[in-house]
């Protein structure tokens, strides 16, 4: 059964590390899913976390610069 609460958290979390981040997670969860750890979710509540973060960032044009990250 998939906890859609724990997901949004865990998506809340995630973002919160900032842009970067975000997208950096993203691309290791489109390689390799599983080898992303992230604590409690199954491999089906993972796949929402990686399309919920996927519909987030699709907002933005292109990903964000990690100077301008870094410089913040």
Do not use: H
């Not at 724990?6 to 691309?27: D, M």
């Amino acid at each position: 059964m998939v906890d859609r609460l724990k997901i949004e958290q865990c998506v809340e979390s995630l973002c919160q590390n900032g842009c970067a981040a975000v997208y950096a997670t993203i691309t290791a969860m489109e390689k390799n899913l599983d080898g992303v750890p992230l604590p409690g979710l199954s491999t089906e509540e993972k796949q929402m976390v990686l399309q919920e973060l996927q519909a987030i960032m699709s907002v933005y044009d292109q990903p964000c610069d990690i100077r301008q990250q870094a410089s913040r």
